[in-house]
Nanobody, 119 residues
Framework: VQLQAFGGGLVQAGGYLRVSCYAAVTCFSRYGMAWFRQAPGKEREFVGGISVIGARTYYADTVKVRFTLSRGNAKNTVYLQMNSLKPEDTAVYYC?????????????WGRGTLVTVSS
């Protein structure tokens, strides 16, 4: 399973950004997908996850309401729409995939994409 995240960049506080993750797999719809992030000097943390069909989404309390996950199974892509960004959202964002129902403990990881939010 190969995962490629892209779309990171520099944005001002209060702005928005969408990052995407393409999965080079067959039967993408069978994978639960998730986003994690790691800020400088901090541990990696869960941001959000989406079930295999996309019927259920899960979010960390710190991003709930501001961030939205979606998936396009026909394009093997999962999206993370980030609104009302804050400087504390600055991190490397990683997408991950799971064949299990638990998106919090994925089996596969992609390289991250850097999101920087300036104050």
């Amino acid at each position: 399973v190969q995962l490629q995240a892209f779309g990171g960049g520099l944005v001002q506080a209060g702005g928005y950004l969408r990052v995407s993750c393409y999965a080079a797999v067959t039967c993408f719809s069978r994978y639960g997908m998730a986003w994690f992030r790691q800020a400088p000097g901090k541990e990696r943390e869960f941001v959000g996850g989406i079930s295999v069909i996309g019927a259920r989404t899960y979010y960390a309390d710190t991003v709930k309401v501001r961030f939205t996950l979606s998936r396009g199974n026909a394009k093997n892509t999962v999206y993370l729409q980030m609104n009302s960004l804050k400087p504390e959202d600055t991190a490397v964002y990683y997408c991950a995939a799971s064949t299990r129902s638990n998106v919090y403990v994925p089996e596969y990881w992609g390289r991250g994409t850097l999101v920087t939010v300036s104050s």
